[in-house]
């Protein structure tokens, strides 16, 4: 099962074992069918922001591997006027809440939790998985027709 | 000033919904006792006592009686005392936040059926912090 893993610079805490403990890393996994809305939603967004101009150079750039990160993403869709950037978030933190990531392998990641951590992270996070898990397949594909 | 009238049940990072007004708690600052010690004369000197037996905190609210909360309320129960509750709340003046670590369902809850139904939940733990 395809997996990645987002390490904080400070621990967060959440509960595991009937205590409070400190937690460094969650492990991310694939989103499962039962969340096709979400993932739908954000996949929807993203190539709504993606710039259009410049589609005539697109053929020197098939069989390549594309790859994007979670800060380009949210950039692109921060900056897009197709796309509503606080729903996008929105829609983000519900997906990556909805049990597909666990902190050190223990505990899934809540909403709770993600409602205690800083902004920043969070969106970072939410960057992350958008682009490991919703977007780069789908654009690998298209490079390659 | 404004009187705390909501707040959220937390337990083990999930917040879950519950009936208004039924989350309480107790800080778990047990119970004391003060006996005279005669020191004669007719005079007695304040003999003060606690009780670490009742040193531990309740937390309890009613949950809706929906076929998933009745299945993670079986879940806290087998859990035995690896649960961890936390209640949250705020006005406009201040925030709330307790802890209740190694907490346990200690009693044989009871699950109602029924249009008003509740599944009444209580939490025994060390100490709220």
């Given amino acids: ?145 | 000033m404004i009187q705390l009238t909501d707040a959220t049940f937390i337990v083990n990072n999930e917040a879950v919904p519950t009936i208004p007004n039924s989350i309480a708690f107790t800080e778990g600052l047990g119970e004391q006792s003060m006996k005279a010690a005669s020191i004669g004369g007719g005079a007695v000197e304040p003999i003060y006592a606690n009780d670490l037996e009742t040193a531990f905190s309740m937390s309890k609210a009613e949950l809706p009686s929906t076929p998933e909360l009745i299945e993670l309320v079986k879940i806290w129960k087998t859990n035995r005392n690896n649960n961890v509750v936390q209640i949250v709340g705020e006005t406009p003046e201040g925030t709330l936040t307790r802890t209740f670590a190694r907490a346990a369902l200690t009693s044989d809850y009871e699950v109602g059926i029924g249009t008003d139904a509740t599944i009444p939940v209580e939490f025994k733990s060390i100490s709220a912090v």
């Fill in chain 1, 1 to 145: 099962m395809k997996t990645f893993e987002f390490k904080f610079d400070e621990p967060i805490e959440f509960s595991h074992g009937g205590e409070r403990v400190e937690g460094n890393s969650i492990t991310f996994y694939a989103p499962k069918p039962k969340q096709r809305k979400k993932t739908g939603k954000l996949k929807q967004a993203f190539f709504r922001a993606l710039p259009t101009e410049g589609n005539e150079n697109q053929s020197s750039h098939r069989n390549e591997e594309v790859e994007i990160s979670g800060a380009e993403v949210l950039f692109l869709v921060a900056h897009s006027k197709e796309t509503d950037y606080p729903d996008f978030i929105e829609t983000g933190r519900s997906l990556i809440c909805d049990q597909v990531g666990k902190i050190d392998d223990t505990e899934y990641f809540t909403t709770f939790i993600a409602d205690n951590i800083e902004l920043d992270v969070l969106e970072e996070m939410i960057g992350e998985y958008i682009a490991n898990f919703i977007v780069r397949s789908s654009l690998q594909s298209l490079t390659k027709r």
